[in-house]
């Protein structure tokens, strides 16, 4: 699976789960940490919690392991770092707070609703 098909398949799962407001930046230019950033939010610390655990199942079933994970223990900001991928998925509340997107402002924005066609 190649890296777009890989953000394809997140960006799915999480809008079958009903994130909210999914956001992908593309920050390969930016950092060595990644070339891509999805962030999602969840209405509750139990909705992120499976909005994340989605993620990781379903890709798992593809054969792709997360190289880390954090956050699971509070469930306010759940980090999966597939590497290439780096899938954020907060809770409303927390998302505002560290307003990741303000921060990574310079990264490429991705036209979500292109990745659910």
Known sequence: MDIQEKLRKIVKVLDSKKAEDIEVLGIRDLTVLSDYF???????????RTLAD???Y?????GIKP?????????????IDYSDIIVHVFYKETRE??????????GEHVDVEELLK
């Not at 379903?58 to 593809?62: G, I, K, M, R, T």
């Not at 880390?68 to 759940?78: F, L, Y």
């Not at 707070?97 to 310079?106: I, P, V």
């Open 67 to 79: 190289a880390r994970t954090e956050g699971h223990n509070g469930s306010n900001w759940i980090v």
């Open 38 to 48: 999805v962030i999602a939010n969840g209405t509750s610390t139990t909705h992120t």
């Open 58 to 62: 379903q890709l798992s079933q593809e």
């Open 97 to 106: 707070f560290y307003q990741l997107e303000r921060l990574w402002a310079d």
């Open 54 to 56: 989605e993620v990781e």
